[in-house]
């Protein structure tokens, strides 16, 4: 799920809405009042955040994979699968997300990476490039 916090006095932060959501959240990235879940198992969440104590489910899409890590650009969002590569998503209608590619070094690269634990992780999305962390390259 998305927990919201108030950090006005950040030596006391404020629980101010939650929202649960079907998967296991492990990342968010954040655009205007829209919040993107990476939810493992069931993909990315679109979360409306205009009312931060009551945050609404927006759409969803699945990604093919456990989506890990997730960083937004502009309306791009690029999502970290594990051995499922990068997934890239049009979110500019966050009720209908779009799957627009995957990125996959080999299948074979994949399910070496799945078994190793060596999954690629977006840092970053930045004007027309995703940056990459990727374990097994250093």
Same mark, same amino acid.
């Given at each position: /799920?998305? =927990?919201?916090?108030?950090?006005?006095?950040?030596?006391?932060?404020?629980? =101010?809405?939650?929202?649960?959501?079907?998967?296991?959240?492990?990342?968010?990235? +954040?655009?205007?009042?829209?919040?993107?879940?990476?939810?493992?198992?069931?993909g990315?969440?679109?979360?409306?955040?205009?009312?931060?104590?009551?945050? %609404?489910?927006?759409?969803h899409?699945?990604? /093919?994979?456990?989506?890990?890590?997730?960083?937004?650009? /502009?309306? +791009?969002?690029?999502v970290?699968?594990?051995?499922?590569?990068?997934?890239?998503?049009?979110?500019?209608?966050?009720?209908?997300?779009?799957?627009?590619?995957?990125?996959?070094?080999?299948?074979?690269?994949?399910?070496?990476?799945?078994?190793?634990?060596?999954?690629?992780? %977006?840092?970053?999305?930045?004007?027309?490039?995703?940056? %990459?962390?990727?374990?097994?390259?250093?």
């Amino acid at each position: /799920g998305l =927990v919201i916090l108030d950090l006005v006095d950040p030596l006391f932060p404020q629980w =101010v809405g939650t929202i649960d959501t079907p998967g296991f959240a492990s990342g968010v990235a +954040l655009k205007d009042s829209q919040a993107f879940v990476a939810d493992e198992e069931a993909g990315v969440q679109a979360i409306d955040l205009t009312d931060p104590a009551f945050p %609404v489910l927006r759409g969803h899409i699945e990604t /093919g994979g456990f989506a890990k890590q997730i960083a937004i650009e /502009g309306k +791009l969002l690029g999502v970290a699968t594990g051995s499922g590569g990068l997934v890239f998503i049009d979110a500019s209608n966050p009720e209908q997300l779009r799957l627009l590619g995957r990125f996959t070094a080999n299948p074979a690269l994949g399910l070496l990476l799945a078994r190793r634990r060596w999954p690629l992780a %977006v840092l970053a999305v930045v004007g027309l490039y995703a940056l %990459v962390a990727w374990a097994a390259r250093g």
